[in-house]
């Protein structure tokens, strides 16, 4: 594998928006608008680094083959994007990138705008993106909760219970006569963290479950809030777990 050099920005160098949308997995064409607008903003972010050293040295990424129907990225976008990230214990912003949900790999582009490079999952501890917060479980996490495995995680609520997603897609082949179709297949999961144990759950019955202890005050708390999990699942666990949070203060 190629390696290749990342060189991001400190909090604080640099604040801007970013509003273009590049290459999707096949390189898609742009428009000349949207390359300007990211060849600016590339090197706006890059020119303002100077000559600093190199903070990590990655593994070069490239798109997945294009007869492969839809993507293999969080939310569906296949466009670079700015976020944020604490790597190896700082804080960077600004970052043009990609979450590889197929993957698990966080995408950065480079000053030389096309060269793509995953960012060292071991020196990444959380990172922000479409205003969504993301962390990693680690594999001494793992090893102390099986139910969970290593990776990144959107961290839905975090106080005395952490509530997390994970997403996560597969390549599904379909075969029809003489000739077969690829395509990405989504998924999605949920985690509690209780007394620093995690449990997977997936309906609001195996959630209650899991905090029994509180189970009829938050069934009460939800009729008379009229909170519906049915009608916004992660809402409804965010508000389950503040108030059982609030019920054990």
């Known amino acids: 594998m190629?390696?290749?050099?990342f060189y991001p920005l400190i909090t604080g160098i640099l604040c801007f928006v970013f509003s273009a949308r590049v290459v999707g997995q096949a390189a898609p064409a742009d428009s000349s608008s949207q390359k300007n607008a990211l060849n600016n903003t590339v090197s706006l972010f890059y020119g303002s680094i100077g000559k600093q050293s190199p903070l990590y040295n990655g593994t070069e990424y490239y798109f997945y083959d294009p007869i492969i129907k839809g993507n293999a990225y969080y939310a569906d976008?296949?466009?670079f994007t700015p976020g944020s990230v604490f790597y190896d214990n700082m804080h960077f912003t600004g970052v043009p990138m990609l979450y590889d949900i197929y993957g698990d790999q966080v995408v950065i582009l480079l000053y030389n705008h096309f060269t793509k490079c995953t960012l060292i999952k071991d020196k990444v501890s959380s990172f922000d993106f479409l205003d969504h917060h993301f962390v990693?479980?680690?594999?001494v996490t793992f090893l102390n909760n099986p139910?969970?495995?290593?990776?990144?995680?959107?961290e839905?609520?975090?106080g005395r219970l952490q509530?997390?997603?994970?997403?996560s897609k597969s390549i599904q082949v379909t075969t029809g006569g003489q000739t077969s179709e690829s395509y990405f297949n989504y998924s999605k999961d949920y985690y509690i963290r209780k007394n620093n144990i995690y449990y997977n759950f997936s309906s609001q019955g195996a959630?209650?479950?899991i905090l029994k202890d509180k189970k009829k005050e938050i069934q009460k708390y939800l009729k008379e809030n009229q909170v519906k999990y049915r009608r916004n699942p992660e809402e409804a666990m965010v508000?389950?777990?503040s108030y059982y949070d609030h019920l054990t203060n």
């Open 147 to 154: 139910a969970i495995k290593p990776g990144y995680y959107d």
């Open 136 to 139: 990693r479980i680690d594999t």
């Open 163 to 167: 509530v997390l997603a994970r997403y």
């Open 156 to 158: 839905l609520y975090a």
């Open 207 to 209: 959630l209650l479950d």
């Open 77 to 79: 976008v296949n466009s």
């Open 2 to 5: 190629r390696r290749c050099t």
């Open 239 to 241: 508000k389950i777990a």
